[in-house]
């Protein structure tokens, strides 16, 4: 089988092409990844018929087919079996088109994140998709994840980013919907069908992307809080004072904050350690002088009516990026044990009833282990981070999984704000989704690919008598 | 026929909740239609309960529906045939929830958009979809259509103000997707795929709306240009210089200006009637006094880098609905003639040229007619207006139309900018979508009303061996 396949994925995109499964057991699963690749082969067209042509071949075939952008996902959505063969768009790196008029950009899938950023501020504008895999995530991965990241209270997620797509089918046909306007009611809008399906519907091979002005003032403060009414509040008034500009409200727990502002981790704190919760707040705006006025008068007027108990508002470009190193300093969830990360959405009127019953119930089952609650709190989206002891870790998994998604059924929450779903999520999808609900995305699955060759398992199991959802 | 439908119908509903075919007569068939409604019969449920009973039955009957909104459709989108069944929404006009902290609303479909405008200005919110039909359309109506309207390149189209919906299947299945998440990637994104969708997939009967803060400032000025070239310089200058609070550009060719500022329209011209093309242009903030400043300081160095010809700024509250009320007298068309009335929308840069081509094309194809060009120039968007004798209209629309429509393939431009495509543009719907999309459309369509009762005929034939498309 895997001799077959090797060989016949070569004649497709030539022998360089190809890797065979001795050669991926030498590349890394992922960024985040211990282990290495497992498939039959690893295929990297360099054309959108090459995409279709691979296609076609394991359709007729029945060959299953996993793509793979830059392998930043949590999710186990881009892990692959022996027998199926893993599509990287690595070789699919062109940046086609950059409009200024128009304000668009024309990629292929397999660009970089970080490159396009850079690549746009070049015209002037920017594209404010935002997240911390930027230097390795790709734009397809981007898409067929809907990423969200750092600004979506401003910008919204990928899904709001994309114009148009160009999409190779199951059975290998090009759906080209290139599209570079706003506006284009023209019948079913087809796009929104492959972004966010994690590449169960189709391959992403290009992609019009919205661009925007670039901004020209940035203002940012650490505000620390003593309750999380006085947080929910605040948002309301920053929000409206700051009138259009706001680009990021980010949360941070007690003892999230702790941990990004002691030694070993670099940051050291802005304000005291004793508040409650920590909001780093961003307006991305036009004029420095009129911006920092309006954003300073908005937190004098928050401080006059008792809602901040302490702030530091950033003097520099230099405190700026001071403040977001200590909201990304996530890799300090290592220290001392093995992490638990969850990235879970809900109504802000529920999360601080959330994370007390969370913090209740971990402490009576889960017996030693340390909780960071941080994220984006404008978007409704917690990172929740329970660390417990390696040894311990295996064990107490699926328990921890269990208590904290299952308390989101009852407040409308989602187990994945911005991950996915992949395999790791699939138990839990029944918990943010209705059977008729998992009913109709398999009715969309049978529709597109009807042998089911198209990142199998993923979301949902294959069969449905076969799982749990 | 006729009777078994409406007693049958009667028995889920109540006898009120049914119209029969004579009652139908008595109705109009929309703001914008001189005939009146033609169906087998009109039912009025009044529960999602009561949907999903109507679609099963319907469904087990073979029986079509056709769903209505406020009818303030302009594409023939919801007429019906005499066997079919009309589905109103009229009875479902709750607002069952407004939340100030999460900035949802929970609505039922038949709600008119400005009833909910002015429910949620009293909570010092605002849900920033806007357009001339307003005060008659309703969401469930924009959802099905994702109409777009005056503040698109703020706030974007109905889509984005989409948080959740609740649909009934065709076969009468209730599928409750009412997140109130920003973020919520767990698995795909259903209600993606019946915005848009003009009926055909589903009949929304509860959507929850994203709402925003209230803005708290206006600016706004009415600009001429001497070239298109000068209009287009403009909209990325004053894009940047705004910093994310332009919530309005709105285009006029000089014609157009010329008719909504002479009599017998009512307004008169606040700059000269000469210039070659006319934009409003509206910012959003929060303070009137530092937002004033920025406004004023971007349009004095769009004059002094030479890209305005002639500006009027507006002083107050009632200039700025002054010059609203210049670019909504749409009505004015109908002077002196029938019009045919296009929507459409195409890159910027490709716009100067088409109009120049139309207007040569259309003086010597069509004869005496006069031509209007005017819409949401940030979204791409134009409405084109070609008014001909109406002894003349039947024989020449179709004309007009293909002179419209056909050179928009070249430019990759969209026969439907916001309006869909119902039954009017269905000839067309190849210029703007490939033999692959239109084939995954009806791939869609199948799997998610296999019998074909929803709506059908519209945006593409029942079977695809008797159409254009």
């Given at each position: 089988m895997s001799i077959d396949l090797v060989t016949a994925l070569r004649t497709i995109v030539g022998d360089g092409g190809v890797l065979d499964a001795a050669e991926l057991g030498k590349r890394s699963a992922g960024t985040y990844r211990f282990d290495t690749l497992k498939?039959?082969?690893?295929?990297?067209?360099?054309?959108?018929?090459?995409?279709?042509?691979?296609?076609?071949?394991?359709?007729?075939?029945?060959?299953?087919?996993v793509t793979h952008g830059g392998l930043t996902g949590l999710v186990h959505g881009a892990d692959a079996d022996p027998g199926e063969v893993i599509l990287s768009l690595e070789r699919m790196r062109a940046i086609e088109d950059i409009d200024p008029q128009q304000r668009t950009a024309t990629v292929q899938a397999g660009v970089v994140l970080q490159t396009l950023q850079e690549e746009v501020d070049r015209h002037d504008l920017a594209f404010p998709l935002d997240l911390g895999a930027r230097g390795s995530a790709t734009l397809g991965g981007n898409a067929a994840t809907n990423a969200g990241g750092n600004r979506v209270i401003r910008y919204g997620m990928t899904r709001d980013m994309i114009l148009g797509l160009e999409v190779v089918l199951a059975d290998g046909t090009v759906l080209s919907s290139l599209n570079t306007l706003i506006k284009n009611n023209a019948g079913y809008d087809l796009k929104q069908l492959f972004v966010g399906s994690e590449g169960t519907l189709g391959v992403i091979t290009r992609l019009v992307l919205r661009l925007r002005e670039k901004p020209l003032a940035t203002n940012m403060a650490l505000v620390g809080f003593d309750?999380?009414?006085?947080?929910?509040?605040?948002?309301?008034?920053?929000?409206?004072?700051?009138?259009?500009?706001?680009?990021?409200?980010?949360?941070?727990?007690?003892?999230?904050?702790?941990?990004?502002?002691?030694?070993?981790?670099?940051?050291?704190?802005?304000?005291?350690?004793?508040?409650?919760?920590?909001?780093?707040?961003?307006?991305?705006?036009?004029?420095?002088?009129?911006?920092?006025?309006?954003?300073?008068?908005?937190?004098?007027?928050?401080?006059?009516?008792?809602?901040?108990?302490?702030?530091?508002?950033a003097q520099s470009e230099q405190d700026c990026r001071a403040f977001w190193a200590l909201r990304d300093d996530v890799g300090q969830v290592l220290q001392g044990g093995m992490p638990v990360v969850f990235d879970i959405s809900l109504p802000i009127a529920a999360m601080e009833g959330y994370a007390d019953t969370l913090r209740t119930t971990l402490a009576s089952e889960i017996g030693e282990h340390r909780l960071w609650i941080f994220g984006h709190l404008g978007d409704g989206n917690l990172h929740v981070v329970v660390q417990v002891k390696p040894m311990d870790y295996l064990a107490l998994r699926p328990k921890i999984e269990a208590l904290v998604y299952r308390p989101l059924a009852a407040c409308?929450?989602?187990?994945?704000?911005?991950?996915?779903?992949?395999?790791?999520?699939?138990?839990?999808?029944?918990?943010?989704?209705?059977?008729?609900?998992?009913?109709?995305m398999r009715t969309l699955k049978a529709a597109l690919d009807p042998k089911g060759i198209l990142n199998p398992g993923k979301i949902f199991d294959r069969h449905p008598a076969a799982g749990a959802d």
């Open positions: 498939a039959g082969a690893l295929v990297r067209p360099s054309s959108t018929q090459q995409v279709s042509d691979i296609l076609r071949w394991c359709h007729a075939n029945g060959v299953s087919v309750s999380f009414d006085a947080v929910a509040k605040f948002l309301k008034h920053i929000d409206r004072s700051l009138g259009g500009t706001l680009s990021a409200f980010e949360v941070m727990w007690q003892s999230f904050y702790r941990l990004v502002t002691t030694a070993p981790a670099k940051g050291r704190p802005p304000i005291s350690q004793d508040h409650a919760y920590y909001v780093l707040v961003e307006s991305q705006g036009a004029d420095q002088e009129l911006d920092t006025r309006r954003f300073n008068a908005a937190m004098e007027a928050a401080h006059e009516a008792g809602l901040v108990a302490n702030a530091a508002i409308n929450g989602s187990v994945s704000a911005e991950h996915g779903i992949g395999l790791e999520k699939k138990p839990y999808l029944c918990v943010s989704r209705s059977p008729a609900e998992i009913a109709l």
